[in-house]
Every structure is written in C-alpha cells, then in structure tokens.
C-alpha cells in the first residue's frame, strides 16, 4: 500500500466519520422522541385504567407495548450508529499508523 493509497482511505473515513456525527444527532433526537411517546402513552393509560396500581401498571404496558417497540428500534439504531462511528475511527487510527510507518521507511 502507497502513501497515496493510505491518503485516499483515511480521507473516504473522515467523510463516512463526518456523516456518522449527523446520524447519531438524528437517530438521538429520534429516541428522545419516541421515549417522549412512550412516556405520554403510558401515563395516560395508567391514569385512564381502573384498579389496583398494580393492574393499572400493567394495563398502562400493554397499551404503550408499540410505542416501547419504537422507543427500542430507536436505541438500537443509537448503539448501531456509535459502533460504527467507533469502528470508523479504529480504522483511521490503524491508517494513521500505517501512515507513519511508510514516512519513518521513507526517511530511511
């Protein structure tokens, strides 16, 4: 692998990297707001529901299961996301290495 080679990849991760960063903002600001829905549905269930505390908590579940299913797509897609981006930024550390290496042979 040539110096220009090493170039072209770290700068192809530092644009995915750069489109991670807006990814994870809307992907949290997607869960804020599905966790908001799930909030809101479940209050107004429990406080709509008759009982025992017990049996309004889990009438107040059941009602809200679709939004909890939301609220938990959109976790999911937080951690994948950060995963990722850690990913990305492993790989640019190993280039970067992989950069100095060949710039310490070339002085040679």
């Known amino acids: 692998m040539n110096v220009l080679d090493l170039a072209q990849q770290i700068a192809e991760l530092t ?28 209050a107004k269930a429990f406080i709509k529901n008759q009982g025992s505390v017990a049996d309004r908590q889990a009438l107040a579940r059941l009602e809200s299961a679709d939004a909890r299913l939301r609220r938990d ?27 100095k290496l060949i710039q310490s042979e070339m002085k040679l």
């Open 15 to 42: 644009r995915e990297n750069s489109k991670g960063a807006e990814a994870l903002f809307t992907a949290e600001i997607e869960l804020a707001e599905a966790e908001n829905e799930l909030d809101l549905i479940e």
């Open 73 to 99: 797509v959109a976790k999911a897609k937080v951690s994948r996301i950060k995963v990722k981006i850690k990913s990305l930024e492993s790989n640019l550390m190993a280039l970067a290495t992989q950069a």
